[in-house]
């Protein structure tokens, strides 16, 4: 026969998983990163700065998934390439110069899945000049203390506009 104590314990291990709901799935954002030694971006960094860039873009995702997917969907990304845009001095306009502030693109694809079923797939460019020039359009300016400040933004926005509406209601 077993103590009271037993049972008290057995009880207070038993008792928090009796409460979750049986379908308490996690959702998950899968990051591959395909080639990645020869991304544009990152083709001439050092092996430590490429991983730590690498790393860094994972956990934005990863984390952008924990607030916004319904619990039970699982995001695939597959990230294609990284590349700066250079810009010209005049408008921000696209050219061939490498000075100055210089916006990431990515190309990725993905695929949004739910129980085994595919809810959303594309591949995209992701990118926006805005991010760098509203980052310096202030003379003096300090540049952010994360060098991928930048980059975190822009893939939150994407994140929000294009999986905002798998978020649960908070």
């Known amino acids: 026969m077993?103590?009271?104590?037993?049972?008290?314990?057995?009880?207070?291990?038993?008792?928090?998983a009796a409460a979750l709901p049986l379908n308490s799935a996690q959702a998950e954002v899968s990051v591959t990163f395909i080639n990645s030694y020869f991304y544009s971006d990152l083709a001439d960094k050092p092996e430590d700065k490429r991983e730590a860039t690498l790393t860094e873009i994972r956990n934005t995702l990863v984390n952008l998934g924990d607030r916004y997917l319904k619990p039970g969907q699982l995001l695939k990304i597959e990230v294609l390439d990284m590349e700066r845009i250079p810009l010209s001095p005049?408008?921000?306009?696209?050219?061939?110069?490498k000075s100055g502030?210089?916006?990431?693109?990515?190309?990725?694809?993905?695929a949004l899945q739910q129980n085994g079923r595919t809810l959303a797939h594309s591949?995209?460019?992701?990118?926006?000049?805005?991010?760098?020039?509203?980052?310096?359009?202030?003379?003096?300016?300090?540049a952010p203390k994360d060098a991928l400040a930048t980059v975190k933004?822009?893939?939150?926005?994407?994140f929000?506009?294009?999986?905002?509406a798998s978020a649960p209601s908070r």
């Open 2 to 16: 077993r103590s009271p104590a037993a049972i008290l314990i057995a009880l207070l291990i038993a008792l928090p």
């Open 90 to 97: 005049i408008a921000g306009e696209p050219h061939a110069s």
């Open 101 to 110: 502030p210089q916006p990431l693109r990515m190309e990725i694809q993905y």
């Open 123 to 142: 591949r995209e460019s992701i990118s926006d000049i805005n991010y760098v020039t509203d980052a310096t359009a202030v003379p003096g300016q300090k």
């Open 153 to 158: 933004d822009m893939l939150r926005d994407w």
């Open 160 to 164: 929000t506009e294009s999986f905002g």
